[in-house]
């Protein structure tokens, strides 16, 4: 099990946890708050390999983003 070594217990990560309930609110969201990450599961964000270190995230999930499709013109 791998643990992260400079996390300390009641060290917060994260200073604000957005979750829009639409694309346009979550663009609206990163204008508001243009340092932080869009949040897609997290894995890398989360990551101990990461130098990332995010105080505002915007969650994704929840706003179907999960397929691209080809609409003709």
Do not use: Q, R
């Not at 999930?61 to 003709?72: D, H, P, Q, R, V």
């Amino acid at each position: 099990m791998e643990t992260l070594a400079n996390v300390h217990p009641g060290e917060i990560l994260l200073e604000e946890f957005l979750k829009p309930t639409s694309p346009k609110e979550a663009v609206s969201f990163k204008n508001k708050y243009p340092n932080a990450l869009y949040l897609g599961g997290g894995t890398w964000i989360n990551s101990s390999y990461s130098n990332l270190n995010p105080k505002t995230v915007i969650s994704l999930a929840g706003l179907s983003l999960n397929k691209i499709e080809k609409k003709s013109d």
